[in-house]
């Protein structure tokens, strides 16, 4: 089975400080690893990916994700927030159970920046 | 590019009502997956579909259902609604098979009174 744990629940940072949200995951086999966005009110957006090749990973808005397999990790970094960024920060990863791809979400990160 | 259509994007309900939400995926992905998110809380996956057929199901409630038809678009159809269902209901498509992205809709807002 696989699974997806976020350490952070909660982060407040101020405007200009560096962002590393945690995400790590168990998986038996090959994983596509996500990090999806849901701002206030509105839906999920992909934010970023990782299928296979150059582990460092950028995505929308300056953000970056890094796939360290030894860690079972894939955290989501960004050097330097903005007010824009509050938002809930969803890791999720995709494999194959049953035959059918499964998509499993972590709990969630709720990032608040303040300006 | 198209996305993931859902309708009605909000919906009001009374208690012991019934309520169908559609769901209509991107062109030519043939996966559809429902979410529930209640106010507060992460995405809790429901079930999900591929060519028509049941492929997973989650935390699906007995009174609701859902199916995917020939055209690929989704329903999901509540019973006997109550308080405790309202909440965002998200239709996710994508092409099954490794190293394909999950795309998710705006939702359906379903408050239930």
């Known amino acids: 089975a696989q699974s997806v744990s976020q350490h952070n629940h909660h982060v407040i940072l101020s405007e200009a400080a560096s962002l590393e949200l945690g995400c790590n995951y168990s998986?038996?086999?090959?994983?596509?690893l996500f990090w999806y966005v849901q701002y206030p009110g509105q839906h999920l957006q992909l934010l970023l990916k990782y299928f296979s090749g150059d582990p460092l990973v950028k995505g929308i808005k300056g953000f970056e994700a890094e796939f360290i397999k030894s860690k079972f990790s894939f955290n989501l970094r960004k050097p330097s927030v903005q007010w824009s960024d509050t938002a809930e920060y969803f890791c999720a990863v995709s494999g194959f159970s049953g035959g059918y791809q499964k998509v499993t979400f972590g709990t969630g990160t709720k990032l608040q920046v303040i300006p | 590019a198209a996305g993931v259509i859902q309708s009605p994007r909000h919906l009001i309900k009374e208690k012991r009502e019934t309520a169908t939400l559609k769901c209509y995926p991107i062109p030519r992905h043939d996966t559809v997956y429902w979410y529930q998110q209640g106010p507060g809380q992460d995405p809790q996956f429901l079930i999900s579909?591929?060519?028509?057929?049941?492929?997973d199901k989650g935390s699906i409630p007995d009174r609701f259902s859902a199916q995917q038809f020939s055209d690929y678009h989704s329903e999901l159809n509540m019973s006997s609604l109550e308080l405790g269902d309202s909440a965002l209901y998200f239709c996710?498509?994508?092409?099954?098979?490794?190293?394909?992205?999950?795309?998710f809709g705006e939702g359906s807002w379903l408050t239930v009174v």
């Open positions: 998986y038996g086999g090959t994983v596509n």
């Open positions: 579909f591929y060519e028509k057929m049941q492929s």
């Open positions: 996710a498509s994508s092409v099954q098979g490794r190293g394909n992205t999950i795309y």
